[in-house]
Structures are given as structure tokens and as C-alpha cells.
């Protein structure tokens, strides 16, 4: 007999390259930048468990993108696809893919379209804060200021889109927190725990695998959760 689920880990198994310093990517830069800071410093194996969940990212990605060019779906048109970004910024590169971009035939609009998946679309009620400052991201720098953020539920397709609008100001605010996580990386000044600083953001903590780590540099306070 064969042990598939051991043949899944080895198929997807990566060997584990450490991050270079002055290289950077859209999607981590709205999460907690203690742990962006600690995937540089401290870079760990990653969970064969998390390697399937992106897999499954990819693989419903690639779903989405049958569904936009269909030609079932004669009102969109998809244009691109996998779009690779890279922006310099002072001294450093940002760069990654943007998932889609769609053509709205009766508007004539050209829009983002960044693909997410869920365990459960009945718990999305809103677009995720580290989403949406990746979009943001990709909407500056391409100057198309239109875009969606798609939720698709692994379990049944079932969607939620949630359009987001280009903000200049918020744009360039990320772009300066990717300069502050330069500066921090560079100089090898840890930052502040940021996702310990209020509830909201507390459930980064719980798949976060640099947890012990934090929790040993800045033990839970009125101040750090």
C-alpha cells in the first residue's frame, strides 16, 4: 500500500531558503511586523500542515481564473493573470504577483482582483485589514484604482467580494512601513509586537509560530496582551 498523505508532503516540501534583507512582499507588510522581523532573523521550516493550506490557496486560485474566462461569463474579461509586481523603494524591492485583472465590459473599467480563500465564508463579514493594505499596494502602483478582494470558501465555492477604494494617503502610508521594516531589519531593532496591542488583532498570535519567541521578549502586560 502507499501512504498518499506522506506522498502530499513530499511533494510539497520546500527547501528552506532564508529571506534576503531588502527584499520584500506585498502580502506580509499589513500583518504583524514583530513576525515579518522574526521570518528574517529567525527563518523557520514551514509547517507541512500551512504547505497544504496553501496549496489549496493555489488550486482554488486557479479555479477562479477558469470562472473569469469562461465563456459562460461574456460580461468580464479577464486581461492578466499572475501579474508580477516589483517596486523599488529607496534601497530595497518589493515585489509579488497580483492575482487577476478584469475587464467590466459595460463599464469599460479595468479592476484588481485579489483572490483569498476561507475555511467558513459565513465568518467573513468584512475584507481583512493586511488584504486590503495589499491591494491598496497594487492599486498605487499600477494606477488602476479599482479593486475587490474575492473570498471563495474551500468547502463549497460559496463567495463574498468586497470592494476597496484607492486611498492615496493609505497607500503611501504602507510604503513607509516598509521602509520602517528596512530600517528595523537593518539596524537589528526588534519592533513592537503590534498584533498583542488590542483584540482585534490578537488572532495573529495564535498562528503565529514565533508565539514563544514574542511572548519571551515582551511578557503580556497592560500594555501587550
Known amino acids: 500500500m502507499i501512504n498518499f498523505d506522506q506522498m502530499i508532503d513530499n511533494h510539497l516540501h520546500k527547501e528552506n531558503r532564508p529571506k534576503e534583507i531588502g527584499r520584500y512582499y506585498p502580502s506580509e507588510i499589513g500583518t504583524c511586523m514583530r513576525k515579518v522581523w522574526y521570518s528574517y532573523k529567525f527563518p523557520m521550516e514551514t509547517n507541512p500542515e500551512l504547505l497544504k493550506v496553501f496549496e489549496l490557496g493555489n488550486i482554488l486560485h486557479d479555479f477562479v481564473v477558469k470562472v473569469l474566462k469562461s465563456e459562460k461569463n461574456p460580461d468580464v474579461e479577464l486581461i492578466k493573470t499572475e501579474l508580477p509586481f516589483r517596486q523599488e523603494i529607496e534601497d530595497f524591492l518589493v515585489s509579488g504577483r497580483i492575482d487577476n485583472i478584469i475587464l467590466i465590459k459595460a463599464s469599460g ?51 463574498k467580494v468586497f470592494p476597496v477604494n484607492y486611498n492615496e494617503e493609505d497607500a503611501l502610508k504602507i510604503i513607509d512601513r516598509f521602509k520602517v521594516l528596512n530600517k528595523l531589519l537593518k539596524t537589528d531593532a526588534l519592533p513592537d509586537p503590534e498584533a498583542r496591542s488590542g483584540k482585534e488583532s490578537l488572532w495573529m498570535c495564535r498562528y503565529c509560530e514565533y508565539r514563544d519567541k514574542c511572548y519571551k521578549e515582551d511578557p503580556s502586560s497592560p500594555r501587550w496582551l
Do not use: C, P, W
Open 109 to 159: 473599467k479595468n479592476i484588481l482582483v485579489e483572490v483569498k480563500s476561507t475555511g467558513n465564508i459565513d465568518f467573513v463579514e468584512e475584507a481583512m485589514h493586511h488584504n486590503k493594505i495589499q491591494l491598496q499596494l497594487y492599486m498605487h502602483v499600477t494606477g488602476i484604482h479599482n479593486g475587490i478582494l474575492l473570498y471563495v470558501d474551500k468547502r463549497n465555492l460559496k463567495s
